[in-house]
């Protein structure tokens, strides 16, 4: 997903789904966490954008079995 459509989603998408103050987590992707994206989620939509830690986006997990 690039920053264009990022922004798309954020302006035109995601703020008829919030209600009130909300969190948003998202992976570190440069589009997702750049200064306008946490701009357009602050001021537009009134959340907080916290970005995941690349630690938990770059490992991959089995699933429990048994």
């Known amino acids: 997903m690039d920053e264009d459509v990022w922004h798309f989603h954020l302006r035109e998408l995601l703020k ?24 357009a ?7 907080f954008l916290v970005p995941l830690s690349s630690k938990k986006t770059s490992v991959r997990q089995l699933l429990m079995s048994g």
């Open 41 to 47: 989620v602050d001021d537009e939509l009134c959340a």
């Open 16 to 39: 008829f789904e919030l209600v009130g103050p909300a969190t948003l987590l998202v992976d570190n992707l440069s589009a997702q966490v750049s200064v306008p994206a946490r701009r």
